[in-house]
């Protein structure tokens, strides 16, 4: 057998055992809602895990189940579960829905969390400006965290900001020195401030060889653009000089 076969063959027991886990899980949760039709937490749970499997009309279906049960009988409870059905707008790409569902959320425990999710969705729609808005809010409660610093320089490079998406890439990477991602992108912001960007690209590549590869031709795109910019400077600087 040869080494590609014996990988795939591993991943098809790995998925398999993944897939034997969470149908073990869904059937545990089911009996627990005929157990205790009560307890809202249990459909949260079970909409989270259909999410997980991708069965978003399923999630939607069950989340708007439990919110005509519970929407009514405490603020957590509906907040929780409309949290819960933005969560599955938003994993299905129907961010403007998922935007419509995290702006209801008024329980605070859950307000930094929906003001990620609410940057996360503007991203998916490329309104980077109102992601940074809502980016740098849920910062406000979770200044160390390195996924609120990532998502806010991830905004920053879309709209030029190139020197502050650095800071906050740095900031990510103090916590989170094996992030791939953020080693690249954090590479691009060097790239275009003219610094040396090797030390980054040579650790996104080995600790996110996917992600590396797929931002190669945006790499180029930066770099040509660049490039074109300097030649374009200098035909000017020569014409005046003329």
Do not use: C, W
Not at 22 to 48: C, F, K, V, W
Not at 81 to 100: M, R
Not at 184 to 210: H, S
């Amino acid at each position: 057998m040869t080494e590609t076969n014996q990988q795939q063959d591993a991943q098809k027991t790995e998925r398999d055992a993944k897939q034997k886990e969470s149908e073990q899980l869904m059937h545990r949760l089911i009996q627990e809602i005929d157990d205790d039709p009560d307890n809202y937490h249990t459909y949260y749970d079970l909409g989270a895990l259909l999410v997980n499997l991708k069965s978003y009309s399923q999630a939607e279906e069950l989340m708007m189940k439990a919110l005509g049960l519970f929407a009514d009988k405490s603020r957590a409870a509906k907040d929780t579960l409309t949290y819960g059905l933005g969560n599955v707008y938003y994993a299905a790409g129907e961010f403007q829905k998922a935007i419509a569902q995290f702006n209801k959320v008024k329980d605070s425990k859950l307000k930094s969390d929906a003001y990620m999710m609410l940057a996360q969705s503007y991203m998916g729609n490329n309104d980077h400006k109102t992601a940074l808005a809502f980016a740098l809010t849920a910062a406000e409660n979770h200044r160390q965290d390195p996924q609120v610093n990532q998502l806010i320089a991830d905004n920053l490079l879309a709209v030029g900001s190139f020197k502050e998406a650095a800071q906050y890439y740095d900031k990510t990477l103090a916590s989170d020195p094996k992030n791939g991602h953020a080693q690249f992108d954090r590479g691009i912001a060097a790239v275009v401030m003219g610094e040396d960007a090797t030390e980054y690209f040579n650790q996104a590549k080995q600790l996110d060889p996917k992600y590396y590869q797929k931002g190669q031709s945006r790499l180029a795109d930066i770099q040509g653009a660049l490039t074109k910019k300097k030649t374009d400077q200098n035909s000017k600087d020569d014409q005046t000089n003329a």
